[in-house]
Structures are given as structure tokens and as C-alpha cells.
């Protein structure tokens, strides 16, 4: 099977940002605690929203992926198909009830997502700041795969 | 959108199953461990193998991924895409050089997985046995979802 050339980080920046911006996108959320005395990751598919270079989601308030990042700041987030993917590195800038939520952060994410958490009971925005941003399809990707670090684009 | 009636626990087992089976399927693997005094969960996407009802990752033997599963011994892997989702919470029940692993771990691995690891250095494969298997698609199958309890299907 012959393999694409590897993209430049001037198109991998661009086709990075167009997925976050795709509509209804979902992204794998990994986030970790300690249960039953056993250090776990947790791993679920949310709805994404790509907001001022903020990835937001709405969670349940006392889910699993709430309570890990409320303790301890940190998540890892994965989009794409895994043959085109994009990692994300966050950590957590602000968690709101979404009654409490301002406009345009509530009205940003039921204008991408594919659903509106104000219309449940319990939910709350997660506010993510990406720190690292990493993105490839195959193997030739590897390198060169680093498009954010420290939190600044070094494309 | 209309959506589809929630399948049947049987349905949802066999679909399971053919996944598991997929050749060429990739699985995000989830794992934890403390960096930088932070507890933070590691995620990436890897070939699987499903053998004899473990999955089977091969992965560089000081990557994050063998690191986190050597010391805490638990994984959570999610497969399909994100309206599809299998969900796995295993535990480690081998770790095995690819130059040591018998013929039938390294020979079904090759033959599910996109590659054979035995070309390249530094490669282990995790035996990963489910603990607890859950499959959904829409919201309207979240309830029924486990299929697999305590390492034992319930279906």
C-alpha cells in the first residue's frame, strides 16, 4: 500500500484546526484517578467544542471524567480516525455549571456540538487549555508531529 | 435524525465480537501513572489483537503506555468510532518480549494487526485480559450496555 508524503506543519496546523472546528466532532477523553486503591484512566467519547482555542465539553457533574479533572487539572484528549489523528495535551482553565455558563461559551458549544446541555439536568462545561498538540496519519508523521508546546504554536 | 432501535444484548455481543475481530483494527489504549508529580492519563491508538478473549497491543517496551501497565497493571480501551464504542476495562495479565512470545501470541498478532512488531527492536506485547466489556451506540443504548462483568460475559 503506498503511503501519502508526509505533510508539512503549515498543513498539519490547518488541517489540525479544521477538525477541531468540524461540526459534532467527538474526541476521546482520557483522564486518570486512583479507584479501589488502583491508579485507573478513565476513557470516554464526548461531544467536542473548539472555543477561542479552548476545548470544551459538558459532562455530568459528578461523572467519573468531572471528578478526575476537577482533582487533578489534567486530561488527554484524542480526535480523528486513528490513522489521522490529532493528541491533546490540557489542562483544566475553568469548570461552570452550564445555568452559570456565559453566552457565549454556552451558545459557542451548542453551536458546534451535536446536542445542547442545557437541556438536561447536572451538566457542566469543562474548559481545557491545550499545553501540547500533536498530530499524524502514518508512521512518516512521527516525526514533526509536535504542532504545540508549552501551550504555544511552534508553527 | 431518526436513530436506529437499540440492539438486542445478543446483537450487541455479536457486533463485539466482529470488531474484537477486525483485521487491521486500531484500539485507544488509556493508562495512568504520576509525571511530574501530577497524576495524568496517557492515551494513544495501537494495533489490536484478539486472541483466545485477551487483547493483545504490542507497544516499545520503555513507551509511556508498557510503563503505565507494567506499574498499575490496568488499561481502559475504547474502539469504533464514537457512535460505535466498545469499551474495555482490563488488566494486565502478560508482558512478553516479541523475540520470547510463543508462536501463537506473535503469529495471531501478526496476523490480526496492520504489522508485525518481531521486525522492529524493543517491542513487547500486553496480554490484556477484560474485566468488564460495554458497547453502545446512541444515547438509547447506554442503558443495557455492559456485556461483560467481573471478566464474565453477562450475555
Request: hydrophobic fraction near 50%; glycine fraction near 8%.
Amino acid at each position: 500500500m503506498s503511503v501519502a508524503a508526509p505533510r508539512t506543519a503549515t498543513e498539519r496546523k490547518a488541517d489540525t484546526l479544521a477538525m477541531l472546528g468540524t461540526p459534532a466532532i467527538d474526541v476521546w477523553v482520557a483522564s486518570a484517578d486512583i479507584v479501589n486503591g488502583a491508579m485507573c484512566a478513565h476513557l470516554v467519547p464526548l461531544s467536542l467544542a473548539w472555543i477561542g482555542e479552548r476545548v470544551v465539553i459538558a459532562v455530568g457533574s459528578d461523572s467519573a471524567t468531572a471528578r478526575n479533572i476537577r482533582e487533578h487539572c489534567t486530561a488527554r484528549l484524542g480526535l480523528g480516525p486513528t490513522r489521522d489523528v490529532v493528541m491533546i495535551d490540557a489542562v483544566l482553565e475553568d469548570i461552570i455549571g452550564v445555568a452559570e455558563a456565559p453566552p457565549a461559551l454556552a451558545d459557542g458549544d451548542a453551536a458546534q456540538a451535536d446536542w445542547d446541555p442545557r437541556t438536561a439536568d447536572g451538566y457542566v462545561y469543562i474548559v481545557l487549555r491545550p499545553e501540547r498538540i500533536q498530530a499524524w496519519r502514518e508512521s512518516n508523521e512521527l516525526s514533526g508531529r509536535t504542532l504545540m508546546r508549552a501551550g504555544c504554536w511552534v508553527v
